[in-house]
């Protein structure tokens, strides 16, 4: 059995915008997949929908065995313990040390008491400290937030997401606010780690040519609906077309970004 299986997933906004079509695919454990499309697609409602953030208009997103859209809030919120999300902009509390943006990871499996006044065992400590020396920070450990580079910061926020030890790891544009070197470092980082642990990893990514360097598998989504899926070298100019598609609502940063997209994959 998969461990994530998403069925017919259908999300309508109260204005009536239909962000997600009848979406269905699975991942098994350890996969990597890349998550490609254009600005208003519907990749990031789908990664929210798969943490709880979204509640779908129709359909079910099963995750190892387990029903998460037929959960109340409470039981939604004791699964997030097991969905890790990398965020675009790194959610850190800038004025706190690395290792304490680390263990709020943890929070989930920490008992209310010990949480409110920040205590986390021995136990706790050990995980997060592995966490940052996967990502190359133990030595940031110590160091604040805001003190840290924007690459470092996002590496934090990976290490606080492995930290929870999930079942699946979800990135929301992980390196959408880094310059390209900065990004490579990052996403590889990203992609080691989640090979290391066996996690499935989720990626919702801009950059085509990085989803293709490190990701096992790509799925394309154009208007709410799954266009494409299958592992990067099959990415040709068609299903280029299928997923960037020219249309009236098709943008100028779009346009541009079509067309370079054009002269780096083979026809």
């Not at 929070?107 to 205590?119: D, E, I, K, M, R």
């Not at 989640?194 to 598998?217: K, M, P, S, Y």
């Not at 799954?226 to 299928?242: K, M, Q, R, W, Y």
């Amino acid at each position: 059995m998969p461990l994530l299986e998403v069925h017919e997933l259908r999300v309508v906004y109260g204005n009536g915008n239909e962000a997600l079509k009848s979406i269905t695919f699975s991942a098994e454990k350890g996969e990597l997949v890349g998550v490609i499309g254009r600005s208003g697609a519907g990749k990031s409602t789908l990664l929210r929908c798969i943490n709880g953030m979204q509640k779908p208009t129709g359909g079910r997103i099963v995750l190892d065995g387990v029903d998460l859209t037929a959960m109340n809030e409470s039981e939604l919120r004791k699964a997030r313990r097991e969905i890790g999300f990398v965020w675009q902009e790194y959610n850190l509390v800038e004025r706190l040390p690395a290792i304490t943006n680390v263990l709020t990871g943890r929070l989930g499996y920490n008992s209310g008491f010990a949480s409110f006044f920040g205590y986390f065992d021995k136990s706790h400590r050990e995980i997060a400290l592995k966490s940052l020396e996967q990502v190359g920070l133990l030595h940031r450990a110590k160091f604040r937030a805001d003190k840290l580079s924007g690459g470092e910061k996002q590496r934090v926020s990976i290490a606080r997401a492995i930290s929870q030890q999930p079942k699946i790891l979800l990135a929301d544009e992980p390196v959408a606010s880094l310059d390209p070197e900065l990004s490579v470092q990052v996403l590889s980082d990203l992609a080691r780690v989640a090979r290391e642990v066996g996690v499935l990893t989720l990626i919702n990514i801009h950059q085509v040519e990085l989803a293709q360097q490190f990701c096992d598998r790509l799925i394309g989504i154009a208007r709410g609906k799954i266009v494409f899926d299958g592992p990067p070298s099959e990415l040709n100019l068609t299903v280029l077309d299928a997923i960037y598609r020219f249309d009236k609502n098709l943008s100028e940063k779009d346009l541009a970004e079509l067309a370079r997209l054009r002269e780096l994959i083979p026809g």
